[in-house]
């Protein structure tokens, strides 16, 4: 990164991304003529980060400062005493990262995915993203570093059920991929990524980068993602695995210990702006995403702490609308796990609650004439939805997509 002249903010601006020649042949001829005469196209290379030198950016270090005493004190105040509230938060992200790819379903789909049971194809792929995020941010808090074998084995866990990408769930890539234009060529794309040959060699760079602990923590973990996305490693699923490394730089470097915030929320907010900044990063310019994530997580942090209060009141007018509850009790325990799993199976209850037959249905059935739960579904699949909890789920999303617009309006 070059130096500023003395007296100056940093503009975070380096090298941009090298175009390169190579040459290009369809496998199978298809699409139309001007895409099969394709012999030559235009990759992109990124310059290498392992060892970018920083320099500090005054005018951002107050926000970034900010933002993270925030994610702080949200994850000292809520992360110790309301664990549940991560498992939540979890699944807000990744409803979030897998909307902004345009992969959406139905909040009551998407449990029935998480539980195994049956839900569309999107609904799969949201629970499968939600499990890939927690397993990448669990292995950095745990090793304490970002490591290749884990995105492997979460980019496997996000595709091993696709009934088209299986076989290469948790395997790079070993053919050019592209964004935009055809979908026989790279002609007319948005942006090519480099050559298959050099993602190797461009992931162990980045994971060099990853680990350092020199480089300010949100600048670090915008110019991790923003470098994975340019390197495309994958076939599919490069987005929202991508997304994933924020939340690992920020367990990694400890600016998170117990709660994963739903930073996405405010990424979706201005989903072009969000592009536009990767873009940007390409051309040399990492500050509008270092921007764009330090905002996010200011505002995401905030609304969190609301919904963390939210739902304390929601726990309390539960026991208040079923007369006080025995602590221990089948309906104290499903009251407990209903905060942290507001979609819930019997199966998943008796698990849970060490509660089972006719006790855990007489539990549910005082949660269900309350009005805490709501029954879906025939008999054999049937579900029981915490509507207030996902409600607020609801809400927090769209309060920090509303926060960020009108942040951005005023500024």
């Not at 320099?55 to 925030?70: F, Q």
């Not at 994850?75 to 664990?83: A, C, I, P, S, V």
């Not at 195994?116 to 808090?141: E, H, P």
């Not at 201005?270 to 310019?285: S, V």
């Amino acid at each position: 990164m070059t130096p500023d002249a003395p007296g100056r903010d940093a503009p975070l601006d380096w090298a941009p991304h090298v175009d390169e020649a190579v040459a290009w042949s369809q496998t199978v001829p298809q699409g139309p003529k001007a895409d099969r005469e394709v012999r030559e196209i235009l990759v992109r290379r990124p310059p290498t980060i392992a060892d970018l030198t920083m320099t500090h950016d005054r005018s951002l270090k107050v926000t970034m400062d900010a933002a993270l005493a925030g994610l702080a004190q949200l994850d000292l105040t809520h992360g110790r005493k309301l664990g549940a509230l991560d498992q939540l938060l979890l699944r807000t992200e990744s409803v979030s990262s897998s909307k902004i790819e345009n992969i959406e379903a139905s909040l009551g789909d998407y449990g029935k995915a998480m539980h195994g049971g049956r839900a569309n194809a999107s609904a799969v792929s949201m629970a499968a993203a939600t499990r890939a995020l927690a397993d990448v941010i669990a292995d950095a808090g745990r090793t304490g570093e970002l490591r290749l074998s884990a995105m492997l084995a979460a980019h496997k866990e996000l595709f091993l059920r696709h009934p088209d990408l299986h076989e290469k769930a948790g395997t790079t890539r070993t053919v050019q991929n592209w964004i935009g234009g055809s979908d026989y060529s790279p002609r007319n794309a948005l942006f090519v990524p480099p050559p298959p040959a050099t993602v190797e060699g461009y992931l162990t760079d980045l994971f060099a980068f990853a680990n350092r602990d020199d480089v300010p923590v949100l600048v670090q973990a915008a110019i991790v993602h923003a470098q994975f996305e340019s390197i495309h490693p994958f076939v599919d699923g490069n987005g929202r695995i991508g997304r994933t490394l924020i939340h690992a730089v920020l367990r990694r470097r400890r600016a998170t210990r117990n709660l994963t915030v739903p930073i996405a929320s405010g990424l979706v907010a201005h989903r072009d702006r969000y592009f536009d900044a990767l873009g940007a990063y390409r051309e040399g310019h990492a500050r509008p995403l270092v921007g764009m994530l330090t905002n996010a997580t200011l505002i995401s942090s905030h609304e969190a702490r609301r919904t963390a209060t939210n739902l304390h009141d929601i726990g309390r007018e539960w026991e208040e609308s079923l007369g006080g509850v025995v602590v221990g009790s089948p309906e104290h325990r499903l009251l407990r796990l209903l905060v942290a799993e507001p979609i819930i199976t019997v199966d998943l209850a008796s698990q849970q609650t060490g509660y089972a037959g006719a006790e855990l249905r007489h539990g549910i059935d005082r949660l269900q004439a309350a009005g805490v739960l709501t029954a879906k579904g025939r008999r054999s699949q049937r579900i029981w939805t915490a509507s207030a909890i996902l409600d607020e789920l609801q809400d927090l999303t769209v309060r920090i997509e509303s926060v960020t617009r009108r942040a951005d309006a005023e500024s």
